[in-house]
């Protein structure tokens, strides 16, 4: 991983767009429909980011260059060589929000994976987001550990469970789930042997129990590859030391 995501909140504050044409305008639109107000270079002074939409290569390096020494994180449209950061490919169900980038090395491949997310996700998957922000206090209650909570909000919302987030939901589901005998996700201590050090060989049970696991207990010699695979709290432990509460998974290589 070459670069951190972020989402970075821009509403009612200012931003630096330089350059004319159809891509510059679409960088305003984008600016706008996050919150942000557009503005020229004379203002630089009181922004939070700048984008440079210049062809010349000289022009827009110098654009930058000022940019940034007035504080600024800088884009520069298809040059990432000149870029503090790149803007991703967006899939839009508010307020959830997904993010592909390829860190300017394919603007159109982003595109593709977009449309494919797009294409799998429901359209009501931000009313179940705002339904659950909503009910927090109610899952507080209901499952007073933070590590409980966890466990038995991702039973509910994967494959199968009863809030699963590529099901259409009604406007009620996450009270009905709340009050029923709610979903459960495993917990004690569980082992995988590892047939190789390659991630795309993990079994989807494998899988979900290592992106669950609030303990990985593991092999030296697992990769790096295989651990992102966790949740990035997760507790990373040797596998001498398994006595841990929660979902606990013992990573062995074969």
Request: proline content about 4%; some cysteine; overall charge negative.
């Given at each position: 991983m070459q670069s951190l995501p972020l989402f970075f909140r821009i509403s009612g504050r200012k931003v630096v767009v330089l350059g004319q044409g159809e891509a510059a305008?679409?960088?305003?639109?984008?600016?706008?429909?996050?919150g942000g107000e557009c503005v020229g270079e004379p203002e630089a002074?009181?922004?939070?980011?700048?984008?440079?939409?210049?062809?010349?290569?000289?022009?827009?390096e110098a654009a930058a260059?000022?940019?940034?020494?007035?504080g600024?994180?800088?884009?520069?449209?298809?040059?990432?060589?000149?870029?503090?950061?790149?803007?991703?490919?967006i899939?839009?169900?508010?307020?959830?929000?997904?993010?592909?980038?390829?860190?300017?090395?394919?603007?159109?491949?982003?595109?593709?994976?977009?449309?494919?997310i797009e294409r799998l996700l429901p359209q009501g998957l931000g009313r179940l987001a705002l339904a659950l922000r909503d009910a927090r206090a109610a899952m507080k209650e209901r499952w007073p550990g933070a590590a409980e909570r966890r466990r038995a909000l991702d039973a509910a919302l994967d494959e199968?469970?009863?809030?699963?987030?590529?099901?259409?939901?009604d406007d009620h589901a996450v009270e009905n789930w709340l009050k029923s005998d709610a979903d459960t996700a495993p917990g004690g201590l569980h082992e995988v042997v590892l047939r190789s050090t390659d991630?795309?060989?993990?079994?989807?049970?494998?899988a979900r129990l290592l992106g669950s696991a609030d303990v990985i207990a593991h092999d030296p010699a697992v990769p790096d590859a295989l651990l992102v695979r966790a949740?990035?709290?997760a507790v990373r432990t040797d596998l001498s030391d398994t006595a841990h509460d929660g979902l606990v998974v013992v990573l062995r290589l074969s």
């Amino acid at each position: 991983m070459q670069s951190l995501p972020l989402f970075f909140r821009i509403s009612g504050r200012k931003v630096v767009v330089l350059g004319q044409g159809e891509a510059a305008d679409a960088k305003r639109r984008l600016i706008e429909r996050a919150g942000g107000e557009c503005v020229g270079e004379p203002e630089a002074h009181h922004a939070v980011l700048g984008f440079v939409v210049v062809e010349d290569d000289r022009d827009a390096e110098a654009a930058a260059i000022r940019l940034r020494c007035r504080g600024l994180l800088v884009n520069v449209t298809d040059k990432p060589a000149l870029c503090d950061f790149t803007v991703p490919s967006i899939v839009d169900r508010d307020p959830v929000l997904i993010a592909v980038g390829t860190g300017g090395a394919s603007a159109g491949l982003a595109k593709i994976l977009r449309l494919r997310i797009e294409r799998l996700l429901p359209q009501g998957l931000g009313r179940l987001a705002l339904a659950l922000r909503d009910a927090r206090a109610a899952m507080k209650e209901r499952w007073p550990g933070a590590a409980e909570r966890r466990r038995a909000l991702d039973a509910a919302l994967d494959e199968g469970g009863t809030l699963d987030i590529m099901a259409v939901q009604d406007d009620h589901a996450v009270e009905n789930w709340l009050k029923s005998d709610a979903d459960t996700a495993p917990g004690g201590l569980h082992e995988v042997v590892l047939r190789s050090t390659d991630p795309d060989d993990l079994t989807l049970r494998e899988a979900r129990l290592l992106g669950s696991a609030d303990v990985i207990a593991h092999d030296p010699a697992v990769p790096d590859a295989l651990l992102v695979r966790a949740r990035a709290d997760a507790v990373r432990t040797d596998l001498s030391d398994t006595a841990h509460d929660g979902l606990v998974v013992v990573l062995r290589l074969s």
